[in-house]
């Protein structure tokens, strides 16, 4: 799918191919995949990025009428309760698109990172070993201008993220009122209000982390307006 994204001033032309169809052949970037054994996973947290992210993944699956192709989502625990939200967003997803998602949920983190809110590489590493032959998205988005991140940060264990990884992150080069377009662009918009953002709360949101604060400038900036989250 190709869709021009973001408010006036980030306007940006984005691409998402989940593969490609060659006679009976089909392709992951320069992967050669049959049919039979394909899927794809997604790292789902419940917040706007990977549900979006996942919608994105049925989309293109429902365009070429191969919704049958498993996709499994997993979900690392974190102390801002990725694992409740991820499966209210996930029942909502397999609602709207009429499909059974593999959820492989309450992952362990490692430690540190849990104490963070970071993801460990542990996880990560982890998922890779066990699940051979499956490309994983990931949500991870550009980091906010300085007048919303008032700090320095960088993305964790950015060697993940090549080309020549198994995993794919397709918002790396996008800001958040990108990512939030896409929600209207697929007529998606409906699943906002049982994503959720803040690193603070579990629940609700704290209106003063950076998360809280990148999510807010996502709505401001597209003009729209933040319907909240709801627990279902």
Same mark, same amino acid.
């Given at each position: 799918? !190709?869709?021009?994204?973001?408010? @006036?001033?980030?306007?940006?032309?984005?691409?998402?191919?989940?593969?490609?169809?060659?006679?009976?052949?089909?392709?992951?970037?320069?992967?050669?995949?049959?049919?039979?054994?394909?899927?794809?996973?997604?790292?789902?947290?419940?917040?706007?990025?990977?549900?979006?992210?996942?919608?994105?993944?049925?989309?293109?699956?429902?365009?070429?009428?191969?919704?049958?192709?498993?996709?499994?989502?997993?979900?690392?625990?974190?102390?801002?309760?990725?694992?409740?939200?991820?499966?209210?967003?996930?029942?909502?997803?397999? @609602?709207?698109?009429?499909?059974?998602?593999?959820?492989?949920?309450?992952?362990?983190?490692?430690?540190?990172?849990? !104490?963070?809110?970071?993801?460990?590489?542990?996880?990560?590493?982890?998922?890779?070993?066990?699940?051979?032959?499956?490309?994983?998205?990931?949500?991870?988005?550009?980091?906010?201008?300085?007048?919303?991140?008032?700090?320095?940060? !960088?993305?964790?264990?950015?060697?993940?993220?090549?080309?020549?990884?198994?995993?794919?992150?397709?918002?790396?080069?996008?800001?958040?009122?990108?990512?939030?377009?896409?929600?209207?662009?697929?007529?998606?918009?409906?699943?906002?209000?049982?994503?959720?953002?803040?690193?603070?709360?579990? @629940?609700?949101?704290?209106?003063?982390?950076?998360?809280?604060?990148?999510?807010?400038?996502?709505?401001?900036?597209?003009?729209?307006?933040?319907?909240?989250?709801?627990?279902?």
């Amino acid at each position: 799918m !190709k869709l021009i994204l973001g408010p @006036e001033n980030l306007q940006t032309e984005f691409e998402f191919t989940l593969y490609k169809q060659v006679g009976s052949m089909f392709y992951n970037d320069s992967k050669l995949l049959s049919m039979k054994h394909y899927s794809v996973g997604a790292y789902v947290s419940g917040g706007l990025d990977s549900t979006i992210m996942l919608c994105m993944m049925l989309t293109e699956l429902r365009n070429i009428n191969r919704l049958d192709i498993p996709v499994t989502c997993f979900t690392i625990t974190k102390s801002d309760g990725p694992t409740f939200y991820a499966t209210q967003v996930i029942k909502k997803v397999e @609602e709207k698109f009429s499909v059974k998602l593999i959820h492989k949920n309450e992952i362990p983190n490692d430690l540190e990172q849990d !104490k963070t809110g970071d993801i460990g590489p542990t996880p990560i590493k982890d998922i890779h070993s066990q699940n051979i032959g499956m490309v994983v998205y990931m949500g991870i988005n550009r980091m906010a201008p300085d007048d919303i991140r008032p700090f320095s940060q !960088k993305l964790n264990n950015p060697y993940i993220y090549g080309k020549d990884s198994v995993f794919r992150a397709p918002f790396i080069n996008l800001h958040k009122p990108q990512i939030l377009d896409i929600y209207f662009k697929l007529g998606c918009e409906d699943l906002i209000t049982y994503t959720h953002s803040c690193t603070v709360l579990k @629940e609700g949101a704290c209106g003063e982390c950076y998360s809280c604060a990148e999510r807010k400038w996502g709505f401001d900036s597209l003009g729209k307006t933040d319907p909240g989250t709801i627990i279902v």
